[in-house]
């Protein structure tokens, strides 16, 4: 403090970083990974996925990995499951080849097949 019982601007900045940096009651990155699901591509799940993991300290990797697998869209997870990943790296790749694999088998059908209903002769 400075004289005459005002603060410095030392102690206000402090004050006020400490104010932005601590955890906030609303702010629950271990429940947000445990409740997070994939909705788009497989990269955005990951960059959000991976972002939370640096937020957390007191989990065991092989609780990240059921938690990002679980947090797959049904079909990924299924290959996943079926593939018995050894790591959540592991895991991470194989989820994103299933999916580029999927997109390529998509791509390759669109627009390649009709059905011949007999009328054109």
């Known amino acids: 403090m400075e004289k005459g019982g005002s603060l410095s601007s030392w102690e206000i900045?402090?004050?006020e970083l400490r104010k932005r940096f601590r955890a906030?009651?609303?702010d629950d990155p271990l429940g947000r990974i445990t409740k997070?699901?994939?909705?788009?591509?497989?990269?955005q799940y990951r960059a959000e996925f991976e972002w939370l993991m640096t937020?957390?300290?007191c989990v065991s990797e092989s609780m990240f990995l059921n938690f990002f697998?679980?947090?797959?869209?049904?079909?990924?997870?299924?290959?996943?499951?079926?593939?018995?990943?050894?790591?959540?790296?592991d895991a991470m790749a194989r989820a994103q080849l299933?999916?580029?694999?999927n997109e390529d088998l998509m791509g390759a059908s669109e627009g390649r097949w009709l059905p011949d209903f007999g009328t054109s002769k």
Request: glycine share 4%.
């Open 13 to 15: 900045f402090l004050r």
């Open 24 to 26: 906030s009651i609303y």
């Open 36 to 43: 997070l699901t994939q909705i788009g591509k497989v990269y």
């Open 55 to 57: 937020r957390i300290t």
């Open 69 to 89: 697998v679980w947090g797959l869209k049904l079909e990924i997870r299924r290959e996943i499951l079926m593939a018995h990943p050894q790591d959540l790296a």
């Open 98 to 101: 299933f999916e580029d694999r």
